[in-house]
């Protein structure tokens, strides 16, 4: 019992989440200050208002904080950004090399008769002797 739980623990995937997760924890406390005290300050100097978190409206003794969920909300484009342009976008460029590198020369290819894989240069298949178009 415990040797599997040992490995679950061990295994790359789960020490990756789990690294992940506290790194996303840091960043959010990262952008959730960058938002409250550069970019609201920034954004009330030219609106006139200092504090988001201050401005809301109430509706039957019920109060709607708007400036609170204006932080949230820019926070999570902050956050959203980053990730598309830092991590999603290198990515997506990346693996489109790899795969044009792939196409490009490959270095086997399946034999049309048996189906199984040959050296791309082969003028006859190991497998089935089938001779090989170029």
Request: glycine share 6%; net charge positive.
């Amino acid at each position: 019992m415990l040797k599997g739980f040992r490995d679950f623990i061990f295994r790359g995937n789960v020490v990756d989440l789990a690294v992940a997760v506290v790194i996303g924890a840091a960043f959010s406390n990262i952008v959730n200050s960058l938002v409250k005290d550069l970019i609201t300050p920034l954004i009330a100097a030219i609106g006139g208002n200092r504090d988001f978190s201050n401005i809301y409206f109430t509706i039957h003794n019920s109060r709607f904080m708007v400036g609170d969920f204006l932080n949230s909300l820019i926070s999570f484009l902050i956050v959203s950004s980053v990730i598309y342009f830092f991590i999603v976008m290198p990515m997506n460029k990346f693996v489109n090399l790899i795969r044009q590198g792939q196409n490009v020369d490959p270095a086997e290819k399946t034999c049309p008769e048996c189906l199984s894989q040959i050296p791309a240069k082969a003028k006859r298949c190991k497998f089935c002797t089938a001779p090989q178009k170029k």
